[in-house]
């Protein structure tokens, strides 16, 4: 290995060091720790609608308040391209995948096509 290939690769090494390890720790923790749970009981059902909520709340402040290049996308074009994916969601069996991508898409469309 070269001086300069090293240079190149250290800062991957730093972020798989930093970011991806201690939290895959925590995963790994929770699968194993996870084991016989009742996954109807009172205090998962409580986390699961907590973590829901939260997540809600950031994707919410993502689209109302847009960071970077979607800043520059009208808000009516963001709420429309929700709406859009919320549908594909629920049209499409509950699927995340067709909800993310309808979203996506419309985002993409409303921006070139309506936006400018």
Known sequence: MTA??????WPYLILVLVGFLPNEVWRWLGVVFSRGLDETSETLV?????ATAILTGVVAKIIVFAPGALGGVPLWIRLGATAIGLAAFLLMR???FAGVVAGTLAVM???IFLAR
């Open 4 to 9: 300069g290939m090293t240079a190149e690769l």
């Open 46 to 50: 409580w986390v699961r609608a907590v």
């Open 94 to 96: 509950q699927s995340v």
């Open 109 to 111: 469309a409303g921006d």
